[in-house]
């Protein structure tokens, strides 16, 4: 009790342990920016030890990259973690704060309780003094932590409730940071140690409005990587131009869908294109055009003009595909489908009450 210090409150009278307090604000600070800052999970956070932080020396520089190493966890899989400037000081101050006189960490054995074991004796970097010997952080004394930090603060969400947070909840916050910061998802899904892709954007919150910065931001770093005279703003020329390509998609069977500035590749046989989208009112003129290119077949044959016949063979088989366009879009179900499913009614009037046999 000799290392504690205490302070009274003059208003109050009441005594405060002023050394309880100074550890519990340091380890929900350590635990919450390693949480945000490295994504792992919580039993990875508490397996961390004074050998995890290891570094890597460049080659062609010669610079030092210092490096955080994780051990296997749900995937069996080991990571290296590239540390910040921001994980180096949090790393710092807790080596510094556990260090004993003879500038060693203090050995301590943790209770797997996933694998049921008890680990041998390490220099973890979670651990506290607990009456005459220093032990390990639990599962549940990290809960304890952010729950005390957080009713500190007296945050509460949209219905005023106060907040809670998981440790799990900073590796969801760590990877939406990370991707709407510009980090391609498969990185992330490394950094996280994920099998699989879908499993980290599982984390990622996505919003239309984020979706649409997204591509804007996209589209502006594209732009810069190309010649700016392509970006310049049009002539009137050009601009009547680009309007009058819209006044034109109209055609008699339909609506032609080539893009803007590309020509007809059909020479205006439209019945041939597979851009063209028919108007089902001018089905009767497809049909009339059909009969018309039959009719020319038989034609051709006859008087032996069998240079036209492929050609007449090749609109004949496009009038034929947009009729049936037509026919399968008018037949296409607009309204709900009966499923044949008895309702409630039904089920009631068939429905017979017995009374108990005696």
Known sequence: MGRHVWAEETATGKRRNL?????????????????????????????????????????????????????????????????????????????????????????????????????????????????????????????????????????????????????????????????????PPHIAQVICGHKSIDTTMGYKAVYPAEAIEAHRAFIARRRTTRPSEEYRTPTDQEWDSFLAHFEKRKVSVGTCARAFGSPCVHEHACVRCSLLRPDPAQRPRLEEIRDNLKARIIEAKREGWLGEVEGLQVSLTGAKDKIAQIDTALQRPTGAVALGMPAFTSLAGRTTSTSPQS
């Open 19 to 183: 050394s309880y307090e100074d550890e519990e604000a340091f380890w929900s600070f350590s635990t919450i920016e390693v949480l945000r800052l490295t994504g792992i999970r919580c039993e990875e956070m508490l397996e961390l030890s004074h050998h995890s932080i290891t570094e890597y020396r460049l080659p062609s520089t010669g610079e030092l990259v210092p490096l955080l190493q994780i051990a296997p966890s749900k995937t069996d899989t080991e990571r290296l973690l590239l540390v910040s400037p921001e994980l180096t000081d949090v790393l710092s101050a807790m080596v510094n704060r556990l260090r004993a006189p003879n500038g060693a960490i203090p050995l301590v054995a943790s209770y797997d309780i996933r694998e049921r074991v008890w680990n041998p004796p390490m220099p973890l970097l979670f651990q506290r003094s607990i009456g005459s010997e220093n032990r390990p952080f639990t599962p549940t004394a990290i809960r304890k932590l952010l729950i005390n930090a957080l009713a500190a603060t007296g945050l509460t969400d949209a219905g005023g409730d106060p907040l809670m947070f998981s440790p799990h909840d900073f590796r969801r916050i760590f990877v939406t940071d990370a991707i709407m910061s510009g980090l």
